[in-house]
């Protein structure tokens, strides 16, 4: 039973395409087929069967699909007990990430890998809360965020790292009345126009927070993804922002303030399949991630791995 049939068909459960799989894989979709008819040669079953223009696992192909994640797992649990026999942690580790979260945790984590034999493979991207899990698919470690309690713990069957728990504050235009006040409350906030994000996005659980307490909606004049340019729209009065701790930057025309009476902090993440966190060089980034997370919340007095 060769393993990359059964990681073939593992793809093709979780993508659910031919052409998705040989996308992600940097192949044909020719090639792809190729490869399902010669696993089913080898192996003496079908694997997959039409199903409208495409293809769909058969209840064979689903069994050998499910264990294909066991089978991955075994053999990188013994892959990493023969890294620490031989020694140090070597290789690359691919880490896909949300970009405020890469840049407070990213530059601290090259410190300290630059004595070490590991290389880093990185990217970047932005999704709604929900579509985080579903890229650990494609890369070693994703560092992720979450404003709810408990999500993505045990998402997919993902291992999940808390690298750690970032404030997130209001940010007010320097000439709006509010700016006046050290702390905002949600009845401060009653009538205020923002620069929001998509729905989905973790900071809009702040914003519904802050409208269930009200009773009232606000008014979102815009729904961005990117924190620099909220901060640079707040400051052009555009209306109210939120904006995490760790990485916003004083910028002239807009003040920070604390929000208090809703949930108002985001858990950092890591996030991984369990095969691939069984490599000792992925473990031992996770393992940096959350030294360097601690030293974040350390820095400005915030609590370092809680469980939310």
Request: proline fraction near 7%.
């Amino acid at each position: 039973m060769d393993v990359r049939h059964l990681e073939l068909l593992r793809d093709l459960a979780d993508r659910g395409t031919l052409a998705a799989v040989a996308h992600a894989t940097h192949r044909t979709p020719s090639a792809v087929s190729q490869q399902l008819r010669t696993a089913e040669r080898e192996l003496g079953v079908r694997l997959v069967e039409p199903a409208g223009r495409g293809l769909r696992l058969t209840p064979e192909g689903e069994l050998l699909a499910a264990g294909a994640g066991e089978v991955a797992e075994v053999i990188a649990r013994v892959r990493g007990r023969l890294d620490e026999l031989v020694g140090a942690p070597a290789g690359t580790v691919s880490i896909g990430t949300l970009p405020s979260a890469g840049q407070a945790l990213l530059p601290g984590l090259l410190r300290r890998l630059a004595e070490t034999r590991i290389q880093l493979a990185l990217d970047d991207f932005d999704l709604p809360e929900a579509e985080f899990a579903t890229r650990a698919r494609d890369v070693d470690v994703v560092v992720a965020h979450s404003l709810v309690p408990g999500a993505t713990r045990v998402e997919d069957g993902l291992v999940r790292r808390v690298l750690a728990r970032e404030p997130i504050d209001v940010a007010v235009p320097a000439a709006h009345p509010l700016a006046e006040r050290p702390v905002l409350r949600p009845a401060d906030l009653a009538g205020t126009t923002w620069v929001g994000v998509p729905s989905g996005y973790p900071f809009d659980t702040v914003m519904g927070s802050i409208e269930r307490e009200l009773g009232a909606p606000l008014e979102r004049r815009y729904r961005l993804r990117d924190n620099g340019l909220v901060q640079a729209l707040v400051a052009g009065g555009a209306g109210l922002g939120l904006l995490p701790r760790f990485t916003t930057r004083a910028v002239p025309g807009v003040v920070i303030r604390p929000l208090v009476g809703v949930r108002a902090h985001r858990s950092i993440v890591a996030l991984s399949r369990p095969e691939r966190h069984e490599r000792l060089a992925v473990r031992t980034v996770v393992d940096l991630l959350v030294e360097v997370g601690h030293g974040l919340a350390q820095a400005r007095g915030e609590a370092a791995t809680p469980e939310g």
